[in-house]
């Protein structure tokens, strides 16, 4: 996996080629003091705010009587950055998309963080909804931080121009999600994308599904992204039509799910699943589902649900984010 191979994964990269294929989506240029406030790991306070709440005096004086927790003598009160044209660009386009969205970076999505919000959901209507899953996820550090991690070429790290994707929510069903692995542009494999849960469907309708997916990608995908290795990954509606959700590197920085990457870089056991009455099974992926409810596994994200922010907290060194933390929660409630 070299470096082109990422950046023709991101989002800005891929969404105009396929824009009728995929989910209505605003792109916006991320500024640098909303990344560096992003990046910033001093505390949780989150900004984005349309309307911050106004305190009572009382209210002030048990902050500050908390905030002398600290044995810091220059220990001062915390207060978020703002960003009123950043936020008010954001808005706007959250309402052009329905008033909900799902935030991600050029590659990722914030989904080690969803346990973080109000709603447990990656369901956003304000920047500060964003900006707290965002500070919270690990995902969204490593676009930041090591975006090139698993490349291979020794070639200077490109100089990145990050962005906030905006995509129009929808209640997607888990069950309906499927990630499609392709070499040298041959569909390989198929796997169930949430495979820690067992969905009768699947089984049932697998040879259905399979070749739903492999028409999709013979019809729109197949030469027409920019790489001949790549990983792409779907979401099948109840109707059995086939939507785009994302694009991704063929490599080890990518979740191989049911696969390994041994098995998909050297192309062993990947033998096509169904034989019968298929004049092109030579050419049919592997697929690869939950099949039984014994196998069923606890999410891969519930490692991430203790935060650095947290282990801070527990061990007495930064109070002021359990501040910070309950003065959202707060004005949330104020707010519903």
């Known amino acids: 996996m070299k470096k082109e191979h990422v950046l023709h ?5 891929w969404y105009p080629l396929f824009r009728s294929l995929t989910i209505k989506s605003v792109i916006l240029p991320l500024p640098q003091n909303v990344k560096d406030y992003l990046l910033d790991d001093g505390t949780l306070v989150v900004s984005g705010r349309e309307d911050p709440p106004t305190h009572s005096q009382p209210d002030r004086d048990d902050e ?18 703002e960003f009123p044209e ?30 973080i919000a109000m709603n447990s959901s990656l369901k956003c209507k304000t920047l500060s909804d964003i900006f707290l899953l965002f500070k919270s996820s690990d995902f969204i550090t490593r676009d930041f931080t090591q975006p090139f991690v698993h490349c291979t070429d020794d070639s200077p790290d490109p100089c990145m121009e990050y962005e906030l994707v905006l995509r129009k929510w929808c209640e997607l069903i888990p069950g309906a999600e499927f990630r499609c692995f392709v070499k040298e542009n041959k ?39 920019l790489d001949e290795d790549f990983v792409f990954d ?15 590197p063929f490599g080890e920085v990518t979740d191989s799910l049911l696969f390994t990457w041994e098995e998909l870089i050297s192309g062993k056991n990947l033998k096509g699943d169904f034989s019968e009455g298929d004049a092109q099974e030579q050419d049919s992926p592997a ?50």
Do not use: M
């Open 287 to 336: 697929f690869r589902c939950t099949n039984s409810e014994v196998t069923v596994q606890p999410s891969p994200y519930l490692s991430y649900r203790l935060p650095k922010d947290f282990v801070d907290l527990s061990t007495g060194e930064d109070a002021h984010k359990l501040i910070d933390f309950l003065k959202l929660k707060r004005n949330q409630q104020e707010d519903d």
């Open 187 to 225: 569909l390989i494999g198929i796997s169930q994308r949430d495979y820690t849960q067992y969905y009768d469907h699947i089984s049932k309708q697998k040879e259905e599904i399979c070749r739903g997916i492999q028409d999709f990608f013979r019809k729109h995908i197949q030469y027409k992204f």
């Open 64 to 81: 500050a009587e908390e905030i002398q927790w600290s044995d810091d003598e220059n220990t001062a009160t915390l207060t978020a950055p």
């Open 234 to 248: 779907i979401y099948r509606d109840s109707r059995g039509k086939v939507w785009l959700i994302d694009f991704n």
């Open 9 to 13: 994964c991101q989002f800005s990269a």
């Open 86 to 115: 950043f936020t008010t660009t954001v808005q706007e386009a959250i309402n052009s998309l329905g008033g909900s969205v799902f935030p991600k970076l050029n590659w990722s999505a914030p989904r080690d963080a969803y346990w």
